[in-house]
Each structure stands twice: as C-alpha cells, then as structure tokens.
C-alpha cells in the first residue's frame, strides 16, 4: 500500500524532471543572441502591444458571449 | 561540315546540361512544391470554392496576386534554414530567447491542432459523399499517414507526398468538364472588385489572404530545408522550387474557382463539402472530383502541419527529429506526430463537438501567430551574424516589408471580422 506522502513525493519528482527540461530550456536561451538594435527593439515593442491589443479583443468577444447567455 | 559537327556537338551539349539541370532540380524538388500546394488545404479549397460561387470568376487577378507574395515570403524561408541549418521554432528561442521562443512553440502547436482538425473534418466531410463513416476515414487516413513517417526515409516521404500533391491537379479536369467560357476567365485575370468595395468583397479577399500564407507554412519548410539537408548552393534551386510550387497553388486554386464560379454562381457555399454534394446533383463527375480534390487537399495539410509541429518540439526540446531517423533513435518525434493526428481525430468524431467554431477559431489562432513568425523571419533575415552574404538585401526588404505588413493588417482584419461579424458592413 503506498500511502499519501509518496505518492505526493512520486508526483513531485515527476514534475520536477520534467520542469527541469523546461528550466533547461530556458537557462540555453535565456539571453536572445540577436543584436539588440534599434530596429529589433521597435520591432518586438510592436509585437508585444500588437498582442495585448489582440488579447483585449478577444477578453471583450469573451465578455460580449459570457453576457449574452 | 565542320560547321554543322560545331552545331550538333553544341546542341549536344546544351541537351545534356539542360537533362542535367532537371535532374537536379528534381533532387532538390519537394519542400517548396509540398508546403505550397499544401497551402491549398480543406479549408484553402472551402475559401476558393465559396469565393468562386459568390463571385464568379471576377477575384482570379487576385489569386495570381497572391502567388508571388506567398513565393516571396516562403523564399526567405529557404534562406534562413539553408544557411542556418536551424528550424524556425529553434531560431526564435535562439535569437529571441526563452519567451518569444516559448510563445512561438504554444502557438504554433495549438494552431497547428486546430488546422488539424479542419483537415479531418474536410477529409471526413469528403469521403462521406461516398458513403465512406468518418471513424473509417479518420482510421485509414491515420494509419496511411503514420506508415509514410515509419519508413525512416526523408526522401522516400518527399516522394510519396508529391506524389499527392499530384492528385491536387484533378481540379483541371473537373474545370474542363464544366465548359467555362475561356473569355470570361480571362476577363478575371483583370483586376476588378465585382459588386463594388462592399464589406462581403472585403471578407472574401481576406479570406483568400488567410489561406495563403499560414504559420505552420514557414515552420514547415525551414525544418524540410534542414531535414533534407540543403546547403547554401542549393539555395537557387530552392527558390526554383518554392516558385514552381507557388504557380502550382496558384493554378489549382484558379481551376478551382471556375469549377464553382461556372456550375454555383450566385449561391452561397459554406464548405467544399457542401459545394461537392450539390455539384453531384448537376454534373457526378464533377462532384466527384471536386470531393476527392477536397480530401486529398486535407490529407496533404495534415501531412505537413502534423510535421511542422513535431519538427518544432524536437528542435527545442533536442529530441532527435529527422523523418531520417528510425522510431527507436527518435521515439518522442514520432509519438508527438501520432499523437497530434490521434487527438485531432478523436475530436471530429465526438458527437456534437463545435467544429463549425473550431474551424472559425482557427482563423484567430493563426493571426496571434502569423505576425511573430513574419516579424522573426524578416529580423533573422537582416541579421549578418546569422545570415552572412545571403541577407535581404534593401529590394527585398522593402518587399518583404510592405507585404508582411500588408499581410498582418489583412489577416488582423479578416480575424476580427470573424470575432465581430457584420463589423465591415
């Protein structure tokens, strides 16, 4: 019988290996290789309002579905 | 005589280059003519076959527009995976980092699933004109796909997919059959807007926009060029073979707009399914054609986008990710593959699932992805450190410039017309 404690111990171990993947991941590309113009910088700043934009969008349909049920 | 030998050894010569030349270029061919009529996918053939029922044949000009743009795009693909014998989803975390990169990778595989299901539900719809239950297609289809990965060859996959892409031509046939009047094809190679600048007009053209250029489309034949293994110097070739495959789609989605714009002009089509059905009841062959056109169309988009997903996490997450590799060197590459078409599959076939919104939300999906994937690529494409002598030179950037920027307003439009509709009048 595997009591409570191991099996929260097994599944935290389970996703401790696979986060790890992941913080690999992320610790490799943790600084962007590119260049960081002027051209790259404006670049990205519009790529992230664009989809702020975008997501606002989509929360209002959200909302206007929500409201209309 | 001496002269006439000059001649003929000439002529000799010239004929050996000219077999050589194609010999090569047949080594070479495959990626760009794949993603390209790929890009002609169940719902690339839905949006052709509505566009040419509702406006006859008068949005043609507008098709051959959009195979240069589509060529131009694609091009830079080949560039950048030539050159950097990167994948698009590990060149993003490579230059971008970890956020850009992580964003990139979810996007493309929830998009990539969505337009999965669209294919299997353009399959599925397809073959049930025939009688065909869609668990059977949806079982046969899986298998058929899996087998072409399993047999551990890039090249011999390349091979089998072209040949699919062949069956994508059947929609000439089925144009012939239909005896359009030549002059009035003609007449819509002219640009016109039928009906005025109406906001009906506007949602067509940017629904045909849509299905041109897609995210998984520049994923897919970045990793391709890497998975084939092409070099710098294969690049021309390359680009020869993108720009035959962008005249292919072009072709095929022009034969398709006649096939409706003769037989349903005036009616308004909501599938290619729906299109097929009632073509049966005018002209079976037609109908026929265009229902295998329709399946094929969502077997070669399948194919591809389930590809691009799996090359995608196998260069981030380092898994081994060639169709070189056998099951047992590259397991996660594999499973993640079988995974996405069993899935996609599965959700077709659950009674009452809303595919008509899967298939809208699609659309949305794509156009949170598509700026980024342009954006990178055009940024990539400029950087020296990576792309050394084969950067964008200032043509192709004011080129590439004005089209992505065209194309991420377009789409943004065609995206929120789909959220809001009635918004363009």
């Known amino acids: 019988m595997v009591s409570m404690k191991e099996l929260v111990a097994k599944a935290k171990m389970f996703f401790t290996k696979r986060f790890s993947v992941i913080s690999e991941i992320n610790r490799k590309y943790a600084r962007p290789r590119i260049k960081m113009t002027r051209m790259v910088r404006w670049s990205l700043l519009l790529l992230r309002l664009y989809l702020i934009i975008l997501l606002l969008i989509l929360a209002y349909k959200f909302i206007l579905i929500v409201q209309s049920r | 005589?001496?002269?006439?030998?000059?001649?003929?050894?000439?002529?000799?010569?010239?004929?050996?280059?000219?077999?050589?030349?194609?010999?090569?270029?047949?080594?070479?061919?495959?990626?760009?003519?794949?993603?390209?009529?790929?890009?002609?996918?169940?719902?690339?053939?839905?949006?052709?076959?509505?566009?040419?029922?509702?406006?006859?044949?008068?949005?043609?000009?507008?098709?051959?527009?959009?195979?240069?743009?589509?060529?131009?795009?694609?091009?830079?693909?080949?560039?950048?995976?030539?050159?950097?014998?990167?994948?698009?989803?590990?060149?993003?975390?490579?230059?971008f980092g970890s956020f850009w990169g992580w964003f990139s990778l979810l996007d493309l595989t929830l998009a990539n699933w969505l337009t999965l299901i669209t294919e299997f539900i353009g399959m599925t719809a397809?073959?049930?004109?025939?009688?065909?239950?869609?668990?059977?297609?949806?079982?046969?289809?899986?298998?058929?796909?899996?087998?072409?990965?399993?047999?551990?060859?890039?090249?011999?996959?390349?091979?089998?997919?072209?040949?699919?892409?062949?069956?994508?031509?059947?929609?000439?046939?089925?144009?012939?059959?239909?005896?359009?009047?030549?002059?009035?094809?003609?007449?819509?190679?002219?640009?016109?807007?039928?009906?005025?600048?109406?906001?009906?007009?506007?949602?067509?053209?940017?629904?045909?926009?849509?299905?041109?250029?897609?995210?998984?489309?520049?994923?897919?034949?970045?990793?391709?060029?890497?998975?084939?293994?092409?070099?710098?110097k294969d690049i021309t070739w390359a680009r020869i073979d993108t720009a035959v495959g962008s005249f292919f789609t072009v072709l095929v989605a022009i034969f398709c707009i006649i096939v409706t714009g003769t037989l349903l002009r005036g009616i308004n089509i909501e599938s290619a399914a729906q299109a097929a059905q009632m073509l049966m009841g005018i002209n079976p062959y037609v109908g026929t054609f265009l229902a295998i056109g329709l399946f094929n169309a969502g077997f070669l988009g399948a194919i591809c986008i389930s590809l691009a997903s799996s090359w995608a996490f196998g260069e981030v997450f380092g898994w081994a990710h060639s169709l070189n590799n056998k099951i047992r060197e590259a397991p996660w590459f594999y499973i993640s593959y079988l995974l996405a078409l069993l899935t996609a599959g599965a959700v077709v076939l659950i009674p009452g699932a809303p595919l008509v919104l899967i298939t809208l939300f699609v659309q949305v999906i794509a156009v949170t992805l598509l700026p980024a994937t342009l954006v990178f690529l055009i940024l990539l494409l400029n950087n020296e450190e990576v792309m050394g002598k084969y950067k964008n030179t200032l043509a192709q950037n004011i080129l590439s410039c004005a089209i992505v920027g065209a194309l991420i307003i377009l789409s943004t439009l065609y995206s929120i017309s789909i959220l809001f509709p009635g918004l363009f009048g």
């Not at chain 2, 031509?169 to 144009?175: D, E, K, R, S, V």
């Open chain 2, 126 to 232: 397809a073959m049930a004109i025939f009688g065909i239950p869609p668990y059977i297609t949806i079982i046969i289809v899986s298998i058929v796909m899996f087998a072409m990965v399993l047999q551990g060859r890039y090249w011999t996959w390349e091979k089998i997919a072209m040949l699919f892409c062949l069956l994508n031509f059947i929609y000439i046939p089925a144009a012939f059959l239909v005896h359009p009047s030549v002059s009035k094809v003609l007449g819509g190679m002219i640009p016109n807007l039928p009906g005025g600048l109406t906001g009906e007009l506007l949602f067509f053209l940017m629904a045909n926009i849509g299905t041109t250029i897609a995210p998984w489309m520049v994923f897919f034949q970045q990793s391709a060029v890497v998975d084939k293994e092409m070099r710098e």
């Open chain 2, 1 to 95: 005589m001496a002269d006439k030998m000059g001649f003929g050894a000439k002529f000799f010569y010239k004929y050996r280059r000219f077999i050589k030349a194609i010999q090569l270029y047949l080594l070479i061919a495959g990626p760009g003519i794949i993603v390209m009529v790929a890009d002609n996918d169940a719902g690339g053939i839905t949006t052709y076959a509505a566009t040419g029922a509702k406006f006859g044949y008068g949005l043609i000009w507008f098709l051959v527009l959009l195979g240069p743009i589509a060529y131009i795009v694609q091009e830079m693909t080949v560039r950048l995976g030539a050159v950097t014998k990167r994948g698009h989803a590990e060149a993003i975390f490579d230059a």
